[in-house]
């Protein structure tokens, strides 16, 4: 992951979701969207290291809000990846510094 590296466009991330950004085989980010507030965490929990998405590739987000794991059901804030509950112990994930050029997510 460099700098200035694009990860995806905001207008194929709808509002109160998350999805996974592949960097390469093994790496990626989870790139959020609430409102016009744009934010990026390593696809890692922090309780047993797990992706967050499904097998189908999917990570869930309950209530606009939280973004659930789906190995154990840590939940973590959509916009700032704090632990909201579950067992991730209050381990929040860890961010990645992005920022929006001409409608562009890239790493900051």
């Known amino acids: ?12 991330l709808a509002d109160s979701s998350a999805v996974v950004v592949y960097l390469d085989q093994y790496a990626s980010l989870i790139v959020t969207r ?15 290291g797990y992706p967050l ?10 209530e606009g809000r939280y973004m659930v794991c789906s190995a154990h ?6 916009m700032d990846g704090a632990c909201a509950g579950g067992p991730c112990n209050g381990d929040g994930l860890e961010r ?3 920022v929006v050029r ?4 890239c790493v900051a």
Do not use: T, W, Y
Request: hydrophobic share 45%; glycine share 12%; with cysteine.
């Open 73 to 78: 059901g840590a939940s973590f804030g959509l």
């Open 34 to 48: 609430r409102g016009d507030a744009i934010a990026a965490f390593r696809n890692k929990c922090p309780h047993a």
């Open 1 to 12: 992951m460099s700098p200035g590296q694009a990860l995806m466009r905001v207008d194929e």
């Open 102 to 105: 001409d409608g562009v997510v």
């Open 53 to 62: 998405q499904h097998a189908d590739g999917r990570v869930v987000v309950q």
């Open 96 to 98: 990645v510094a992005v």
